[in-house]
């Protein structure tokens, strides 16, 4: 499925809505976004780790722009589900969250992610749902 949005159009959305996240779109391509994150704004447990929650911010906010890439601006998509596994702990740095849309419907969307550390180590994997609003596509009201 080829993105709906450009590389230059996802990162103008990025800037336009979220431009305090502290992400940076590095790819997308007809399989997959690419977001990086960090290492300011995410945040660290006692000991030195990042936080579980602040990795499954990144997932989300990473997956919503994909979403975005692919369906075009659906800016009031929201989540509706989302579960991420966390599967070792890692020392502050940026992440590099892949994203891929498994499904794309009128009315939903469903993402796959992986993230990795600084080192290339894979640290957590997800999958989120989001709920999409009704459309446009291709001129037709779609409901």
Not at 31 to 54: I, M, N
């Amino acid at each position: 499925m080829p993105p709906r949005l450009t590389l230059p159009e996802l990162r103008e959305l990025l800037t336009e809505f979220l431009p305090d996240s502290g992400l940076r779109v590095t790819e997308i391509s007809p399989h997959r976004v690419v977001v990086t994150a960090g290492p300011d704004g995410l945040e660290c447990r006692p000991g030195g780790t990042l936080s579980g929650p602040a990795i499954f911010k990144v997932v989300d906010l990473a997956a919503f722009l994909a979403v975005n890439a692919y369906a075009g601006r659906v800016l009031t998509g929201v989540l509706t589900h989302g579960s991420v596994n966390l599967l070792e702990a890692t020392e502050p740095g940026p992440l590099e969250v892949v994203i891929e849309v498994v499904k794309l419907g009128r009315r939903m969307a469903v993402t796959n992610g992986r993230v990795h550390d600084q080192c290339g180590r894979l640290v957590a994997v997800a999958t989120m749902q989001f709920a999409l609003p009704s459309r446009q596509v291709h001129g037709l009201s779609r409901t």
